[in-house]
Antibody, heavy 125, light 107 residues
């Protein structure tokens, strides 16, 4: 059974650093990219960036470039999302998701077939 | 701001059909995928590719695409279909992007 299990909820102060994790199991961790998705309270889903665990290649949404770092340790099938200095505006639910790709007759599309349960990060102002 | 636009909210009578649309230029080149999210839960994939349902998703969910518009149709809506629905594809730079989301209310 494919599973993505995320680390628990965090309450941090502004300016503190944080790393949250997403552990994959039930599949070959290096065969699928992992993305991170933010959901601020009462708001929609925002794609933050992704990593290819096989070589740790990353790319980020322009909205998040420079604000967070995505990494992975393939030896323990775990991806990470980290902040060096949290702000109150980082308060949100964060999800990891496994990416697969569909291709048919020259037209394709990414999709997230498995999701973690989410990690709530709270940074009181 | 998202380059995929959805209607903020739609309502449907129990047992009736509802279509949710997602508009964006990238949809001419890439298929959208669709996600259902209920309050307090992680999103769930319901449609991907041309019109593919993951295992466990009821066949009342279907997808289609024409030009710059992708659609998710729920045929014979059930009370448990009440949720937020998001499309996802790519933006003009090739980055992944979610639609603005549609809240579906089943009356």
């Amino acid at each position: 059974e494919v599973q993505l299990v995320q680390s628990g909820a965090e309450v941090k102060k502004p300016g503190e650093s944080l790393r949250i994790s997403c552990k994959g199991s039930g599949y070959s961790f290096t065969s699928y990219w992992i993305s991170w998705v933010r959901q601020m309270p009462g708001k929609g889903l925002e794609w933050m960036g992704r990593i290819d665990p096989s070589d740790s290649y990353t790319n980020y949404s322009p909205s998040f470039q420079g604000h967070v770092t995505i990494s992975a340790d393939k030896s323990i099938s775990t991806a990470y999302l980290q902040w060096s200095s949290l702000k109150a505006s980082d308060t949100a639910m964060y999800y990891c998701a496994r990416r697969d790709y569909y291709d048919s007759s020259g037209k394709g599309g990414d999709y997230f077939d498995y999701w973690g349960q989410g990690t709530l990060v709270t940074v009181p102002s | 701001s998202s380059e995929l636009t959805q209607d903020p909210a739609v309502s449907v009578a129990l047992g009736q059909t509802v279509r949710i649309t997602c508009q964006g230029d990238s949809l001419r080149s890439y298929y959208a995928s669709w996600y259902q999210q209920k309050p307090g839960q992680a999103p769930v994939l319901v449609i991907y590719g041309k019109n593919n349902r993951p295992s466990g998703i009821p066949d009342r969910f279907s997808g289609s695409s024409s030009g710059n518009t992708a659609s998710l149709t729920i045929t014979g809506s059930q009370a448990e279909d009440e949720a937020d629905y998001y499309c996802k594809s790519r933006d003009s730079s090739g980055n992944l992007v979610f639609g603005t989301g549609t809240k579906v209310t089943v009356l």
